[in-house]
């Protein structure tokens, strides 16, 4: 019986400081439109509410670089299967080389990459959500001597399961993934 007591004391309390508090933040509002209103007839402009803190450039290209990725992605799967078109590759060359901003890997090493991918994914069908996580992976790569050395050795990994998952053949996606290991290797 003391317990049941006990727990109305509680909910009774806990009432009392919701009322409380409504109580406090619509007096607060009625003040602030009272001032607000005052303000008005007065001829004083109201106050603009705080700035946005300006966005971080390398983030916002970071950004920019991985929406380009997966953009990039997504025109190779809507590509018919086979020979990739080299206007598809090319977009996706230049994101990967864009994608690095610190040490920089050999040419060649992307240019396969990008032969490798693009022949690879022409006309398989992945996910928009599995080709974000591929185009971010490919911009971690590309910037691999920021990652702890467990994150650099299983990207290549997802990135082959993902495809794999996609229906790419397993010696191509095998491929990408040594090709993402060399990168890695490359940008440490």
């Not at 864009?98 to 992945?126: C, E, N, R, W, Y």
Request: aromatic share 2%; with cysteine.
């Amino acid at each position: 019986m003391k317990w049941l007591a006990g727990i109305l004391g509680l909910a009774l309390v806990a009432n009392v400081a919701t009322a409380q508090v409504n109580y406090n933040i619509i007096k607060r509002q009625a003040h602030d439109a009272e001032n607000a209103s005052a303000n008005a007839s007065q001829g004083v402009a109201p106050q603009a509410p705080p700035a946005a803190p300006p966005v971080n450039p390398v983030l916002a290209a970071t950004l920019q670089n991985i929406s380009s990725l997966a953009g990039d992605i997504d025109a190779l799967c809507k590509a018919p299967a086979g020979t990739p078109d080299p206007a598809l590759k090319l977009p996706l060359l230049n994101d990967l080389a864009a994608a690095a901003q610190g040490a920089k890997p050999a040419q060649d090493a992307i240019q396969k990459l990008a032969t490798d991918f693009s022949a690879a994914v022409s006309g398989h069908k992945i996910a928009h959500e599995q080709q974000t996580k591929v185009a971010q992976i490919l911009h971690a790569v590309m910037n691999s001597s920021h990652l702890a050395a467990a994150q650099q050795q299983s990207l290549p990994g997802i990135v082959q399961k993902v495809l794999e998952h996609a229906g790419v053949a397993t010696d191509d996606a095998t491929n990408i993934a040594a090709d993402l290991k060399a990168l890695v290797d490359q940008t440490k």
